[in-house]
């Protein structure tokens, strides 16, 4: 994230020298000003501490710990912050206890938490905590399912070689929460649709089934993959956006409809990419979901991390967990010895592509930087590798107005569907939006090959990006579509689960032309192609989690421009981003 950093006119002490070194932004400096002064609390180290956990919350952690902080901020901004004035650890713990702005886990109603060294603003440690709750609360107990049954289903439905995907049923079946995790083409869908498979196979009423994911881009990719596994008797399921799930409430974003008090009808709810699900989500969508319903947590723990602050998926999956004896000896009965912790089942075997993307994957997620330049320079088919540390690549330029003109010639003949399809043929990803490396420049650069008829908002084979929910028209942020001829005129379509929406372009109200996206906004979508351009090695962007949800986004080839260097960086610097959800996970609620 690229923040502009301004000198903060009335900072002094810590606070300025802090924003002078670029550290602190000048919105982080006024709230802990404003947070100080409202709080009657003069201790220049505690208003260090304050504005630092507002910027830990810009960059992703949900809090800060004190003891880690100098380093944790050379990591995220690559700045030299070895000569800055930290504070003394112990001392600073201490002012923070004393603080009146601070609170300890069993007080409240101060804008501040303190909790095992971990400083939080409030809402966010609440958040956590509620998280951390709702998961351990619903961890105890098992559904009471005939074992036999149950075992014979599992037989039947999961062959040899995929034990995993079984065992990941049985714990579907038992426990309350299922968090199922695996890269791309390990069979996450097929194991959704087996699991779902299993619960409607039980005595009793068939249950009610809700499918979600975080954009309507991987909305409309689940219910597409669930609904092509068939020959499982399922029923006809939809999936949705979570903000629909849980009901939009105008004028908020972090309230909706359904909550504790008004929870969802489902008795299962499954979540797909829940990697993208930031910790104020999750608390409202788990806060929503029957404590006697199955809540499924799908996703790739690997990828980039939500937006907005939080790493649930990857705290839940690297969590140490308390005993579950009931859900142990339950497994037992039908067969599966494995110790599940906090529900999780890991997918590790590819059942898609054994290619070079996957082998890059699997070496950028061990951090083998060796092998991934090995595999780069190598080549294939597969995988194309142009070492050029300013972005330059000849032939990127005739693969995106072919794959541009295939988009227009079926856009002109009306051909909405495959238009659409042939949009997702290629895509060039860049980690920035702006600046050299940036999908602004790309775009600019793209409009510059194209010819001047084809770039007004009704130009027929436009590709379309929606930037903001547009909730009149039924399209969310990340939707992508196109401009196309029908009897009518101009209409941008899109897709919508299994069907095409055709909408006049006029009435979009924030959309854009695409042309070059960001790697976090590609998160859920996948192409045939793509080529990603790298910026420079020192971008603080550039983070084997981004290298790596960029790669998977590739279904055939994949392109990598940019240098050595900066592939190097990537993979040997992954996001930490602080919580106490890992730590928490495994300690038994006061
Ligand atoms: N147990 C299995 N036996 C045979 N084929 C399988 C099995 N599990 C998955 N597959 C096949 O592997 C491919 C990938 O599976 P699936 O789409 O379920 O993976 P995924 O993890 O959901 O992938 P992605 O995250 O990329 O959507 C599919 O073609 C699927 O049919």
Redesign the pocket.
């Known amino acids: 994230m690229t923040v502009l950093i301004e000198r903060a006119l009335h900072a002094t002490g810590l606070l300025a020298d802090f924003n002078d070194a670029g550290v602190l932004t000048l919105a982080d400096v006024h709230i802990a000003r404003r947070v100080a002064l409202l709080g009657g609390e003069p201790d220049e180290t505690v208003h260090l501490a304050v504005a630092l956990t507002v910027r830990a919350l810009r960059l992703g952690s949900v809090c800060i710990d004190l003891s880690g902080a100098r380093h944790s901020t050379a990591a995220d901004e690559g700045v030299d912050v070895t000569t800055l004035p930290w504070p003394a650890v112990e001392a600073w713990r201490e002012a923070c206890t004393r603080s009146p702005v601070v609170a300890a886990a069993g007080e409240s109603g101060r804008p501040l938490r303190l909790v095992n060294g971990l400083l939080y603003l409030d809402r966010y440690w609440r958040e956590e905590d509620q998280v951390r709750r709702q998961l351990q609360d619903r961890a105890s107990g098992v559904f009471p399912v005939d074992p036999a049954a149950l075992r014979e289903q599992l037989d039947r439905l999961?062959?040899p070689?995929?034990e995993k995907?079984r065992l990941a049923a049985a714990v579907c079946a038992f426990r309350r929460v299922t968090v199922l995790a695996?890269?791309?083409?390990?069979?996450?869908?097929?194991?959704?649709?087996r699991m779902l498979a299993v619960l409607c196979a039980q005595s009793g009423p068939p249950p009610r089934i809700a499918l979600a994911a975080p954009t309507g881009k991987a909305a409309a990719?689940l219910e597409e993959?669930v609904r092509s596994?068939t020959g499982l008797g399922l029923p006809d399921l939809h999936a949705s956006t979570l903000h629909r799930l849980l009901g939009r409430r105008p004028g908020t974003r972090t309230r909706f409809k359904h909550h504790k008090a008004h929870r969802l009808p489902y008795d299962v709810v499954v979540v797909d990419e829940t990697s993208m699900v930031s910790l104020t989500m999750m608390a409202r969508l788990i806060e929503a979901v029957r404590p006697d319903a199955r809540l499924v947590l799908v996703g790739?723990p690997d990828q980039l991390a939500s937006v907005e602050a939080g790493a649930v998926l990857g705290d839940i999956v690297a969590a140490a967990g308390c005993p579950e004896p009931a859900l142990a000896s339950a497994l037992q009965a039908v067969g599966e010895p494995e110790t599940v912790v906090n529900g999780v089942v890991t997918?590790d075997r590819i059942?898609?592509f054994g290619g070079d993307i996957a082998r890059l994957a699997a070496a950028i997620r061990a951090g083998d930087d060796e092998t991934v330049v090995a595999i780069l320079r190598t080549g294939s088919k597969d995988v194309q590798f142009v070492e050029s540390a300013a972005g330059d690549c000849p032939d990127l330029r005739a693969d995106v107005l072919n794959a541009l003109e295939h988009v227009a010639s079926l856009a002109a003949s009306g051909e909405a569907e495959a238009a659409l399809r042939a949009l997702d043929a290629h895509r060039l990803l860049c980690a920035h939006r702006h600046g050299p490396y940036g999908v602004t420049r790309w775009t600019t650069e793209i409009e510059r090959w194209l010819p001047a008829d084809r770039l007004t908002d009704q130009s027929v084979g436009r590709p379309l990006l929606i930037t903001a929910n547009d909730y009149d028209n039924n399209l969310y942020n990340g939707d992508t579509g196109v401009v196309v001829q029908t009897a009518d005129g101009p209409r941008a379509a899109f897709a919508r689960g299994g069907d095409t929406v055709l909408i006049p372009p006029s009435r979009l109200s924030e959309a854009q032309a695409l042309y070059a996206m960001t790697v976090h906004r590609s998160q859920g979508s996948?192409f045939d192609r793509v080529s990603l351009v790298l910026p420079p090695a020192t971008s603080p962007l550039l983070t084997r989690e981004l290298l790596y949800t960029a790669v998977?986004r590739a279904r055939s080839a994949l392109r990598i421009v940019g240098s050595e260097e900066a592939v190097r960086a990537a993979v040997t610097r992954p996001i930490a981003r602080a919580s106490g959800l890992r730590e928490s996970l495994a300690t038994r609620s006061s």
């Open positions: 999961f062959e070689g995929s995907q695996g890269g791309p083409g390990t069979g996450k869908t097929t194991t959704i649709a990719r993959a596994v790739d997918l059942w898609r996948q998977t």
